[in-house]
C-alpha cells in the first residue's frame, strides 16, 4: 500500500475530474489487501446507503409479507443507485468461487461493512475479465493501478498492460526473487510496455520496509560482440549471395539466411541494494506503465 502512495480525491474537489480510479487485484484469498485497497480509497466515494441483506425465504413459509418486500427492494435500488456514483472502486478476483465468497463475507463483517460497498468481487480468470473490460471500453485502458498475487504472474502482465492506464502501477508479489526475474525478463523480451521501477524484499515484519533490490535485464558484452560478428556474416553471405544471381538462378546457398533475433541475449543482475539481513517475507516487483503512443 505504501508503494502506491494512493492520496484519492474527496467528492467535489476542484482536482475532481470526473474519471472513475479503479484498482485491479487478482488473488483475493481471505480479502486482507482488499480492505486495505478498500480503506484507502474509501474517502473518495461519497456516503453509501445501507447494504441491502439477501434474504432467503423458508421453505415451509406459505405467506411472504409483501411489506417486508417492498421495503427490501426500495434499499436495493437506492444501494444500487449510489453504486453509479462511486469515484474510486476496487475489482478484486479470485478463480476460487469459496475464496471469494469468504473474502466477501468477512469484508463485510469488518467493522459493520464500512469499507464493503467500495469493492466489486469477481470470480473467474484475468483474460476473460479483463478482455470483456477492454471490449467494453474499446480498447481504452480504464485500470489506474493492478496488483498480481498468484502464481506464474507473467502471463499476465502482457494484457494487463493494456488494461493499465500510463503512469498507472502494476505490483506483482512472488514468494521467489526467480519469479521477479521471470517477469523482467518476459516482459523486456515482448516489449511490454512496463518498466520495471523497483524491486522490494519483504521481511518478517510487513510494513517496516524491506531490502531494496537491483534486478535490471542486461546483455553481457561478450554476447553483444558475438552478435556483431554473426550480422556481419549474415550480411557478407547476403551481399556474396546476390553478387552470384545469374540467368539460372541462384548459385549460392539456397537456404535462407536466418534472421538475427535483436531480442534475444537477456540475462538479469539481481542483488541486494544494502546489506541488512530479512528474515522471511516475499517479494514486490513494481512496474510503471510508460508512455508511449
Known amino acids: ?23 485491479f487485484e487478482a488473488g483475493t484469498g481471505h480479502g486482507a489487501l482488499t480492505i486495505h485497497l478498500a480503506r484507502a480509497i474509501h474517502a473518495a466515494n461519497p456516503c453509501a446507503p445501507e447494504i441491502p441483506e439477501k434474504k432467503a425465504i423458508p421453505p415451509e413459509q406459505d405467506s411472504v409479507d409483501t411489506e417486508d418486500v417492498k421495503v427490501r427492494s426500495q434499499i436495493e435500488q437506492k444501494y444500487e443507485a449510489w453504486l453509479q456514483t462511486r469515484r474510486a472502486v476496487i475489482h478484486t ?15 463485510k463483517d469488518y467493522r459493520n461493512g464500512m469499507y ?35 502464481p506464474d504472474c507473467h502471463h499476465y502482465m502482457d494484457i494487463l498492460s493494456k488494461a493499465l492506464k500510463p503512469g498507472g502501477s ?28 523497483n524491486v522490494i524484499e519483504l521481511g518478517a515484519a510487513v510494513g517496516v520496509g524491506g531490502r531494496e533490490w537491483d534486478v535490471k535485464p542486461v546483455r553481457p558484452r561478450k554476447w553483444l560482440k558475438e552478435a556483431s560478428a554473426r550480422k556481419q556474416a549474415e550480411k557478407d553471405d547476403r551481399a556474396g549471395t546476390e553478387e552470384g544471381i545469374g540467368d539460372e538462378g541462384l548459385t549460392g546457398a539456397e537456404e535462407p539466411v536466418p534472421v538475427y ?14 546489506g541488512q539481513r530479512v528474515v522471511g517475507g516475499g517479494f514486490v516487483g513494481v512496474w510503471k506503465k510508460m508512455y508511449m503512443d
Not at 261 to 274: A, H, N, Q, S, T
Open 261 to 274: 533475433d535483436e531480442d534475444g541475449g537477456w540475462e538479469l543482475v539481481c542483488r541486494p541494494k544494502v
Open 170 to 197: 502494476l505490483l506483482v508479489f512472488c514468494p521467489s526473487i526467480t519469479q521477479i526475474n521471470r517477469c523482467a525478463l518476459d516482459a523486456k523480451s515482448q516489449r511490454i510496455p512496463l518498466f520495471l521501477e
Open 1 to 23: 500500500m505504501s508503494l502506491l502512495d494512493l492520496n484519492p480525491t474527496q467528492p467535489g474537489s476542484k482536482d475532481d475530474n470526473g474519471e472513475t480510479f479503479e484498482i
Open 116 to 150: 464493503f460497498p467500495n469493492i466489486d468481487f469477481h470470480i473467474g480468470t484475468i483474460p476473460d475479465y479483463i478482455s470483456r473490460r477492454l471490449e467494453a471500453s474499446e480498447s481504452t485502458p480504464f485500470l489506474s493501478h493492478a496488483f498480481l498475487d498468484l
Open 93 to 107: 478476483l479470485d478463480i476460487n468461487q469459496a475464496y471469494s465468497h469468504h473474502a466477501r463475507r468477512v469484508i
